[in-house]
């Protein structure tokens, strides 16, 4: 799962800034295997789907964290059941 996030960050230039949502959604269309391995633990222990969904979206975001800075604002943009919602936002400094 780390390499894949190393990976989608790598496209993006420098001193740009993306949310969670955007990483997540980039994870589903071009590393869909990881993220379903990565996933799919974590929905087997917990029985709502949607406290799941938040739970896995949560350890992806502090994975991104170890990789990146992050900053104080969020942003507001649609999660992957298309509902807006408040996120995390992430700058790449180098």
């Known amino acids: 799962m780390e390499q894949a996030i190393r990976n989608i960050i790598a496209k993006i230039e420098k001193r740009y800034i993306f949310d969670s949502h955007f990483v997540i959604e980039e994870l589903i269309k071009s590393y869909r295997k990881e993220y379903e391995d990565f996933a799919n633990p ?28 992050k900053l104080p604002n969020k942003s507001w943009s649609r999660n992957i059941s298309g509902n807006p919602s408040k996120n995390t936002t992430w700058i790449k400094s180098e």
């Open 42 to 69: 974590i929905l087997a222990k917990i029985v709502s789907k949607n406290k799941n969904l938040a739970q896995v979206h949560g350890n992806i975001a502090n994975k991104i964290k170890k990789l990146i800075d």
